[in-house]
């Protein structure tokens, strides 16, 4: 984990297992993000990884032959990281150089964003192997939508990183040797703004997604109209007028 400019940088570095989300990495991402989202010097996280994979999902060396109930802590903890990702106050970006499959297609999606090298390709192979991909396929289907969702399920096949932009999967594919600087640009403009009015954003973002429409407006008048009162909504409309840059108080809870 590295912190520069700002932003935080967690790293998957387990190449030979191709990054396979094992039960321990998994509890070592969410204390990982939890720790992070606490920290006001910390505006942006971005998730990536070491090698030619993202992440393969899970780890099959450790499910083998395993009780019922290592299956449900396992997916318990899937289900915590992917809420974790959203509960954390700052956007997180997933940093997406080569494969993402299952699980590892799964964190992609729950990511708040994505950039994605050319070289990258995504998958929910899970039925090939007697397992569907069903915990991947909530926020998979969220991205992308029903049939393009069922279409990756239903075969397994992979889809390459410009119909994964396409679909709504990642927002954008860079050449390999571009991926950092576009992460880092992506970072940058997020980070000209006001933590607070951001962490705001997110939060509303993900429960109006389930709302319906009436009640989506219902909560979002709500939260604009505090988001309003905040010192941090008075500087921006104080700073617009006045033709100036707006000087954030900053921090979350402002």
Same mark, same amino acid.
């Given at each position: 984990?590295?912190?520069?400019?700002?932003?935080?940088?967690?790293?998957?570095?387990?190449?030979?297992?191709?990054?396979?989300?094992?039960?321990? &990495?998994?509890?070592?991402?969410?204390?990982? &993000?939890?720790? @992070?989202?606490?920290?006001?010097?910390?505006?942006?996280?971005?998730?990536?990884?070491?090698?030619?994979?993202?992440?393969?999902?899970?780890?099959?060396?450790? =499910?083998?032959?395993?009780?019922?109930?290592?299956?449900?802590? @396992?997916?318990?903890?899937?289900?915590?990281?992917?809420?974790?990702?959203?509960?954390?106050?700052?956007?997180?970006?997933?940093?997406?150089?080569?494969?993402?499959?299952?699980?590892?297609?799964? &964190?992609?999606?729950?990511?708040?964003?994505?950039?994605?090298?050319?070289?990258?390709?995504?998958?929910?192979?899970?039925?090939?192997?007697?397992?569907?991909?069903?915990?991947?396929?909530?926020?998979?289907?969220?991205?992308?939508?029903?049939?393009?969702? =069922?279409?990756?399920?239903?075969?397994?096949?992979?889809?390459?990183?410009?119909?994964?932009?396409?679909?709504?999967?990642?927002?954008?594919?860079?050449?390999?040797?571009? @991926?950092?600087?576009?992460?880092?640009? &992506?970072?940058?403009?997020i980070t000209r703004f006001s933590d607070h009015t951001i962490a705001i954003g997110k939060q509303v973002f993900y429960r109006q997604l389930d709302c319906g429409e009436p009640e989506a407006y219902d909560l979002t008048r709500q939260v604009m109209a505090t988001n309003a009162t905040t010192t941090d909504a008075r500087e921006?409309?104080?700073?617009? @007028?006045?033709? *100036?840059?707006?000087?954030?108080?900053? *921090?979350?809870?402002?």
């Amino acid at each position: 984990m590295d912190v520069q400019e700002r932003v935080a940088r967690i790293t998957l570095t387990n190449p030979k297992r191709r990054n396979a989300l094992s039960l321990g &990495l998994m509890e070592d991402l969410i204390e990982a &993000l939890r720790k @992070l989202g606490e920290r006001t010097d910390v505006a942006v996280i971005v998730i990536g990884a070491e090698g030619p994979a993202f992440s393969a999902g899970h780890d099959l060396s450790e =499910m083998v032959d395993r009780d019922a109930g290592f299956y449900t802590r @396992l997916f318990e903890v899937c289900t915590e990281l992917m809420a974790a990702v959203h509960e954390v106050p700052q956007p997180v970006i997933a940093e997406v150089a080569g494969v993402a499959t299952a699980a590892g297609c799964q &964190l992609v999606a729950a990511c708040d964003l994505a950039v994605a090298s050319a070289e990258a390709t995504f998958a929910t192979p899970g039925v090939r192997i007697g397992l569907f991909c069903s915990t991947p396929m909530v926020p998979i289907s969220r991205a992308v939508g029903r049939k393009r969702a =069922m279409e990756m399920l239903l075969t397994g096949d992979p889809i390459d990183a410009n119909t994964a932009a396409e679909w709504g999967l990642v927002n954008r594919v860079v050449p390999p040797d571009e @991926l950092r600087s576009a992460v880092d640009d &992506l970072a940058a403009r997020i980070t000209r703004f006001s933590d607070h009015t951001i962490a705001i954003g997110k939060q509303v973002f993900y429960r109006q997604l389930d709302c319906g429409e009436p009640e989506a407006y219902d909560l979002t008048r709500q939260v604009m109209a505090t988001n309003a009162t905040t010192t941090d909504a008075r500087e921006g409309m104080e700073a617009f @007028l006045a033709k *100036r840059s707006p000087s954030w108080s900053g *921090r979350r809870g402002n």
